[in-house]
């Protein structure tokens, strides 16, 4: 293969879907250039370790927990209602999907810290509905605060723990 300063036009092509034979040429060429080099970007330094996102004060156990619980309490409720069956029998009869669910709702509550290179704390402070308001479909998901999941999270975690003790107390029946 030849260098660029002894033959700058390197790249000779067929033009697709033609018949006839003809070639085009493209050539690539340096130039120097007086300007300052182009700017490399740099990330944020992110401080927050995964001690911090995970200790009892931090930004993902709580909010991971009330993921959780809300879309666990939702799954529960089917055969609840439709075959009378228990909480506890309901998890212990799919204890691995339900480790496995945990588990990538773990991933995916802190998979936009390890993309952005910004602590969770700030990406939560962020996400109120002050700073999401707009029109159409950014009103819309106005709506999802992170205040609103925190307390919809609460209230799913009581609601599950609720419902696991009056299952016990009423000795293993379902609830409805």
Do not use: Y
Not at 129 to 157: C, H, I, P, V, Y
């Amino acid at each position: 293969m030849q260098s660029l300063s002894a033959r700058p036009c390197l790249l000779r092509a067929q033009r697709p879907f033609t018949g006839a034979k003809s070639r085009s040429i493209v050539c690539v060429r340096a130039e120097a250039s007086s300007s300052s080099p182009v700017p490399i970007p740099t990330w944020p330094k992110d401080t927050e370790s995964a001690r911090d996102v995970f200790s009892f004060g931090g930004s993902a156990p709580e909010r991971v927990n009330g993921r959780v619980a809300m879309i666990g309490f939702v799954s529960i409720l089917g055969p609840e209602l439709s075959k009378k069956q228990p909480v506890l029998e309901q998890v212990g009869d799919a204890w691995f999907g339900v480790l496995l669910f945990s588990l990538t709702i773990t991933f995916a509550s802190i998979l936009p810290k390890l993309v952005s290179g910004v602590p969770l704390k700030e990406l939560h402070a962020v996400a109120t509905s002050e700073n999401l308001k707009g029109e159409g479909l950014q009103q819309a998901l106005s709506l999802f605060d992170t205040n609103l999941e925190l307390w919809s999270g609460r209230l799913a975690m009581l609601g599950f723990a609720g419902l696991i003790a009056i299952e016990a107390v009423k000795g293993g029946e379902a609830f409805f």
